[in-house]
């Protein structure tokens, strides 16, 4: 069974993804890491304590960092998950002091080093919990088994960004963590827009989770609205794109993924801040900043998209 730590800001697709990978009878969910992002830290915070208990998941929740390492954290996407992050649904009161007495940094180290070499961290949001964990660790990365990211567009599919027209949300978001994470001795695995936008779950699909997975059917399709709403006005979608659920289906079902491998750097300033570059080629450059990175990275280029979506209703329809 493979140990996760699931980094998070829940967030419509981040509480789709968790309940996929709680279900999947593959993961054990050893914790919640929480980061700010689709919406505030205290609201992503109680949001993977809020599933925790309507679900009785058993993970620990630990509370990650408010803002990126070097830039200003910006403004909460509402727009797309709502003001509480779960398409404004009704929630009740959470107690924050559920919580775990370790910040989400210190908490991935105490994990790694008291199982190393079993940890796979998945990481759905900015990469800042995971970048401070290394900082504060420098022996640390050696000894996670694999990191899977929800992030990037290299431009398979013609997919670039969604926040600049050439950066995705969650590397835009803080991307001198990702370029961290990314040039450490990582063994990483990346889902990004080029496959994530080929994946989409429609009225159709939604309908058909509501009516036969009755334990988190009912609470996707709730949740959803806000979400669907907001991908059919902005794309003329009937559903939606499916994002961090994808970092769960690279994990249990890597046959359904295309890579391709070489090393990622991340541009951290100016316009195309967030823009993902991976260098396939093994051509020997003058100069070349890709060519030191110590991590062994593959990047998703390909996905059965059909296979996606019948192996998730698959996991839910038993949970």
């Known amino acids: 069974m493979e140990k996760v730590i699931f980094d998070t800001d829940p967030g419509i697709d981040d509480s789709m993804a968790i309940l996929f990978a709680a279900a999947c009878p593959e993961i054990k969910l050893l914790g919640l890491t929480t980061i700010f992002g689709n919406t505030t830290l205290e609201g992503t915070t109680k949001n993977a304590l809020f599933l925790k208990e309507k679900f009785n998941l058993d993970y620990d929740v630990a509370m990650g960092e408010e803002t990126p390492l070097f830039i200003r954290a910006g403004k909460c996407p509402s727009f797309v998950h709502g003001d509480n992050g779960l398409g404004n649904i009704k929630l009740p009161d959470i107690d924050l002091s559920k919580i775990h007495h370790l910040r989400a940094p210190e908490y991935i180290i105490s994990k790694v080093r008291e199982f190393p070499h079993e940890v796979t961290i998945m990481c759905v949001g900015r990469l800042t919990n995971l970048a401070k964990a290394l900082m504060l660790d420098p022996d640390l990365a050696p000894l996670i088994k694999k990191v899977i990211i929800m992030g990037g567009a290299f431009g398979h599919h013609g997919a670039f960004g969604n926040v600049t027209p050439f950066a995705e949300a969650n590397i835009a978001g803080d ?3 990702a370029d961290l994470v990314y040039t450490s001795e990582l063994n990483i695995d990346t889902v990004g827009l080029d496959v994530t936008q080929e994946v989409i779950m429609n009225e159709s699909y939604l309908q058909k989770l509501r009516d036969n997975c009755h334990k988190a059917g009912p609470f996707i399709y709730e949740i959803s609205r806000f979400y669907y709403d907001f991908h059919k006005k902005s794309a003329g979608l009937d559903g939606f794109y499916v994002h961090d659920s994808s ?17 990622v750097r991340v541009v951290c300033t100016g316009p195309a801040a967030g823009h993902t570059i991976q260098k396939t080629s093994t051509k020997a450059y003058p100069k070349d900043e890709w060519a030191s990175s110590k991590a062994l990275c593959k990047v998703a280029v ?6 996606f979506l019948d192996h998730y209703f698959k996991v839910l329809e038993v949970f």
């Open 175 to 177: 991307p001198h963590a």
């Open 247 to 263: 970092a769960v289906m690279c994990l249990v079902r890597p046959d359904l993924y295309t890579f391709e491998e070489g090393p």
């Open 302 to 307: 390909e996905v059965n998209a059909q296979g």
